[in-house]
């Protein structure tokens, strides 16, 4: 979704993108304002800033531990498959004897 193209309801936006409930009912405002007539005035756009404006805050003792914690296990079991190089083939070796057997045949045929 666009600025300028549809409205948008405070509804669609998480419960968690606001600390307070003052500052979804200020967000709700700005975006009445906005819905009105569908342009974002620089002025609206000025409203938002306080919000997005959150390095100022402390964080709270149960993020301390948590964000890095979560972080650390994201990394560790997301699976990564796309950077291994698997051919896909189940049993490599004998689709390397079909397609050349006379480099692949078994130490017995020297014999």
Known sequence: ?????????????????????????RVAMILEQYNNDLT???????AFCPTGARTH???????IPLVPAARAVTIWFTPRIEL?????TRFPLAQMR??????????????
């Open 40 to 46: 974002l005035t620089p002025e609206e756009d000025a």
């Open 98 to 111: 079909e397609d050349d057997p006379v480099d692949q045949r078994s130490y017995r045929s020297f014999f």
């Open 57 to 63: 805050r402390a964080p709270s003792l149960a993020d």
């Open 84 to 88: 291994l190089p698997v051919s896909g």
């Open 1 to 25: 979704m666009e600025a300028d193209e549809e409205a948008i309801s405070v509804d669609d936006i998480p419960a968690l993108a606001f600390d307070t409930p003052e500052e979804k009912q």
